[in-house]
């Protein structure tokens, strides 16, 4: 079977309130944020009212002493303040997530391991956390669990209406066997870890895809599949209603081979999943049918899934868009395209599906704001190499290209449930660059 190449990706978050202060229209100007040099890839999250956190991993000359820096911009006209939140030699660290709440308030979690011993990480390997309130204060970086040292933690964090936190990731210790997950409230550390079982006995971890989301009643969606190295693995996604509430029950969107599976959240209408009918793979990426499921609000049910394109495709990603509508990307090979054809499909207010086709304005969809709002990026030419430009595509069709030159960058997105506004970030040979976008 032959190998395909990996996703190219751009890393970037959405959102800001209708109710956010008044600003000049457009993209902000790029702002190249202290202390950034030699940075990795960035995770960026933005607020209700068009704050943005950006934070990265540094390493240093010697490759023996890495950083955690985060810079917190106060506001659309803001200047960036750089954090340094762990500084350290011989430890290893991955899965940075943020997350800010409706307050600008600044959650931030974290996989480390350490220290070196000789040639090998030796001690523990634990999801840790911190949170930097809307003042300013910055909290002492604290443990939330130890995890399996044989486990992809892949920490998800998500900040509902009510500014409480929820943080999602694979445990694989006794008292989280599987997914393991913990609420914080507003100035407040996490309390205990839970895990996210079915029944009584847990499943297993989310290696085959993990995504969440909330709606703007504080529902939270948290979707992943289980085994998705076997036939047997299952596609799923559960919700919690309120309250430091447990996370249940589980609605079973697909059982058999899934990977990929990519989650929207309509802001008042449930969810939207998508998936490749695929196993995993350590060595190349299996291409699969692309699958699609509706989850009613509040998790009381998933509609059985439709097959939105029967060929084999990778590179899956999914977008909402205006008036709980989504948009699916994917890439598809074949005798006739050795290099790889860009494919998408829309769906309606009701749930229905468009005819695969090639994107008719030349832009693929990466991420949403809850306004409909869609941080777009151009193809370059073949599907090779990597994007060249990123823009805003609003609900009435406007394309409006950002001053961001993405280059060698990887992709992730997340959305607050209400209002419009997005940021994007890259590392340049020279520091993080940010700009980000108000209707």
Not at 85 to 109: N, P, Q, S
């Amino acid at each position: 079977m032959r190998r395909v190449r990996r996703p190219i990706v751009l890393l970037l978050a959405g959102v800001a309130a209708a109710a956010a202060p008044a600003a000049q229209a457009g993209w902000s100007p790029v702002a190249r944020v202290a202390g950034s040099a030699r940075a990795g890839t960035p995770a960026v999250a933005t607020d209700a009212r068009g704050d943005v956190a950006v934070g990265w991993f540094r390493l240093g000359h010697q490759r023996a002493t890495t950083a955690l820096r985060v810079a917190v911009r106060r506001g659309p006209q803001g200047r960036f303040a750089t954090h340094t939140l762990l500084h350290g030699t011989g430890i290893a660290l991955t899965g940075l997530a943020l997350a800010l709440d409706e307050r600008g308030e600044l959650t931030v979690a974290w996989v480390q391991r350490g220290a070196l011993g000789g040639l090998e990480l030796q001690g523990p390997t634990g999801i840790r956390a911190a949170f930097r309130t809307a003042g300013g204060r910055w909290s002492v970086a604290r443990r939330v669990s130890t995890i399996s040292p044989f486990t992809s933690a892949l920490p998800h964090l998500v900040a509902r209406p009510d500014r409480h936190v929820l943080l999602t990731f694979n445990a694989g210790i006794p008292s989280a066997p599987g997914v393991g997950y913990a609420w914080r409230r507003p100035g407040r550390i996490f309390g205990r870890v839970r895990s996210l079982q079915t029944g009584s006995r847990p499943r297993g971890y989310f290696l085959g895809g993990f995504d969440t989301g909330v709606d703007a009643a504080g529902r939270v969606y948290v979707a992943g599949v289980r085994r998705c190295d076997s036939g047997a693995g299952v596609a799923e996604v559960h919700v919690a209603r309120r309250g430091h509430a447990r996370l249940g029950p589980r609605r079973v969107l697909a059982r058999g081979a899934a990977r990929d599976l990519r989650l929207v959240v309509q802001p008042s209408d449930g969810a939207t999943a998508a998936w490749l009918t695929a196993g995993c793979s350590t060595t190349e990426l299996l291409p699969g049918a692309v699958r699609s499921s509706r989850v009613t609000a509040g998790g009381r049910s998933a509609a059985p899934p439709v097959t939105v394109a029967p060929a084999p495709a990778t590179q899956l990603s999914l977008s909402g868009g205006a008036s709980g509508t989504a948009e699916l990307a994917w890439t598809t090979f074949g005798p006739t395209a050795p290099d790889g054809v860009v494919q998408i499909a829309r769906m309606d207010a009701g749930g229905a599906w468009t005819a695969p086709l090639g994107p008719p304005d030349g832009w693929v969809s990466l991420a949403a704001d809850a306004g409909g709002d869609q941080l777009v990026a151009d193809l370059p030419p073949a599907n090779l190499g990597f994007p060249s430009r990123v823009a805003v595509r609003t609900p009435d069709g406007a394309v409006t290209p950002s001053p961001l030159r993405p280059r060698f960058v990887t992709t992730a997105a997340t959305a607050l449930p209400a209002g419009r506004g997005i940021a994007a970030a890259t590392a340049t040979a020279r520091g993080v660059r940010v700009t980000s976008w108000r209707p």
